[in-house]
């Protein structure tokens, strides 16, 4: 298992290129989390290393699966120098933790809330998990185990957070194509939701 986050950094490597910044965090009971920095023209990209260390359970399973199961980590790309977005790094690492802790699953559209602003000046405290495949390819590991799927983050305001819960992650994605809005964008306001 120790090799997994080795592999898991050389797919980010080779997706994204050399990182130019790396933090970590540990929680109490869990393991080492970092978050990479990716700077590529005016993007910089934010992606967890160590989340698909282990498998995430269901929390309602009675025994924990210690190779099976679905493996993940987070990436959020925003545009660069528009806001501190470094200050991302921590809640970064807490929503990656969250497996670990919480016994949480993470998936493609689940919304994650860390219960403060992603950074400083941020009307985003939530986000929104997307489907993975874009950015960077699934890692396959060896049988039995899951693939280490990448999943992107797309920051959300409190409304948009609750008009989710109440018309689902597809819905607030169609919202957010039809009105053109640039969730890349760390300073932008939420989409029209009536």
């Not at 009971?29 to 282990?54: K, Q």
């Not at 998990?129 to 590991?141: F, H, I, K, M, S």
């Amino acid at each position: 298992m120790a090799e997994i986050p080795a592999l898991v950094e050389a797919r980010l490597r080779s997706a994204l290129g050399e990182p130019d910044a790396r933090a970590a965090v540990t929680f109490l009971g869990t393991d080492r989390i970092e978050v990479l920095r990716f700077a590529e023209g005016d993007l910089v990209r934010y992606a967890t290393l160590g989340m698909s260390a282990h498998p995430m359970t269901d929390p309602t399973a009675v025994v924990a699966d210690p190779v099976r199961g679905p493996r993940a980590e987070l990436v959020l790309t925003v545009r660069a120098g528009l806001a501190p977005t470094d200050k991302v790094l921590r809640p970064l690492a807490v929503l990656a933790a969250s497996p670990m802790v919480e016994g949480l699953v993470v998936a493609p559209g689940a919304s994650l809330d860390v219960g403060e602003p992603l950074w400083e000046g941020a009307p985003f405290t939530s986000v929104l998990v997307a489907e993975p495949g874009g950015l960077v390819e699934d890692l396959e590991l060896d049988e039995p185990m899951d693939p280490v799927r990448f999943l992107p983050l797309l920051p959300m305001t409190a409304n948009e957070a609750a008009w989710k819960r109440v018309h689902g992650a597809a819905a607030l994605q169609e919202r957010w194509l039809a009105r053109g809005t640039d969730l890349r964008d760390p300073l932008r306001t939420a989409v029209a939701l009536d």
